[in-house]
């Protein structure tokens, strides 16, 4: 597994006994995000297993209190917990004073090392990156200042054809490292040996778009381009589209839009407004336009098949 994708919450405004705010735990090749995180987050993530320790990089989407109130008791437990690991926070610009402000005022304990990494761009940018992901902003439009953010899996290394490495002597286990690499290996004799003879092309990486409140805003196709898994939110149905100008939001019908233009493995709907009682309608809305989507319900885990590059789902 290279990509799992954990609800944690999944609905709009204020929360409710059977509704969670917006918060989603990402792994992706062996990194760990959390992506939002509305009030209880911390709540939620106790209930689904997700460590609190694996946590180093936080994404906060916009300062809308359903996306960002659980941050400041999630900081402060980690100080309660004596975390000593750095934390690196990034959100639009506020989301600093913001949180130190609380954290002053309320006398929280955190002796671990908290970075803050503000955004204001309105373009796309590479905001992470390491040897096995990166992150880019996907610019939103909503009624303050929003980014989505799109995760890459950084291409692996080749994997050996072992029992054609062992049809030459000469290669030898030093040698494995540059043939992983994609180098063509040398004999003694001066032939080449081709590195597609020797090994095996690696998995497709995986990626995952996580586009928050925003108003249907297609321009943003080429940043989500053929990613594997596309969380969008869909606040209302087609009926109340006429609400979209006022609150800037999305439809299940603009969001499946979104997926289909962009070629998407797969499509998540969720951000649901209180006003509906059931979610299957948001499905019944996209599924014309974009088969392959999804309702998000709280504990549900999505993972993208290092195999086949297929999606499976599980509720818990």
Do not use: W
Request: with cysteine; hydrophobic share 35%; net charge neutral.
């Amino acid at each position: 597994m290279s990509l799992q994708l954990t609800i944690l919450g999944c609905h709009s405004a204020t929360p409710r006994v059977n509704a969670h705010p917006t918060s989603q735990y990402l792994e992706i090749n062996n990194r760990h995000f959390l992506i939002d995180c509305g009030e209880g987050t911390q709540r939620q993530m106790r209930k689904y297993k997700v460590g609190f320790s694996k946590i180093n990089h936080i994404f906060i989407s916009h300062l809308h209190g359903d996306h960002f109130f659980g941050l400041i008791g999630l900081l402060s437990t980690f100080g309660i917990l004596n975390r000593e690991k750095p934390l690196h926070v990034f959100g639009p610009v506020g989301i600093k004073e913001i949180t130190l402000l609380q954290l002053k005022l309320s006398k929280s304990h955190v002796r671990y090392p908290l970075f803050f990494h503000e955004l204001s761009s309105n373009e796309s940018e590479l905001i992470f990156e390491d040897d096995k992901v990166s992150v880019h902003t996907i610019p939103l439009h909503h009624r303050v200042y929003t980014n989505g953010y799109l995760f890459n899996e950084k291409p692996k290394a080749r994997k050996l054809d072992i029992e054609n490495i062992k049809l030459y002597d000469e290669i030898e286990i030093c040698d494995y490292h540059n043939l992983k690499a994609g180098k063509d290996f040398i004999l003694n004799s001066g032939e080449i040996i081709a590195n597609n003879d020797l090994t095996l092309a690696p998995e497709a990486p995986k990626s995952f778009a996580f586009c928050s409140d925003t108003m249907y805003k297609p321009d943003i196709v080429p940043i989500i381009k053929n990613v594997d898994l596309l969380y969008h939110e869909a606040t209302f149905l087609k009926d109340l589209e006429h609400l979209c100008l006022k609150t800037k939001h999305s439809t299940a019908e603009q969001a499946a839009l979104i997926a289909r233009d962009a070629n998407v493995g797969k499509l998540i709907v969720g951000h649901y407004s209180s006003r509906y009682s059931e979610v299957e309608c948001f499905r019944e809305e996209a599924q014309p336009i974009f088969k392959n989507v999804d309702v998000a319900e709280v504990g549900r885990k999505y993972t993208v098949d290092t195999a086949c590059q297929k999606l499976a789902n599980t509720a818990l």
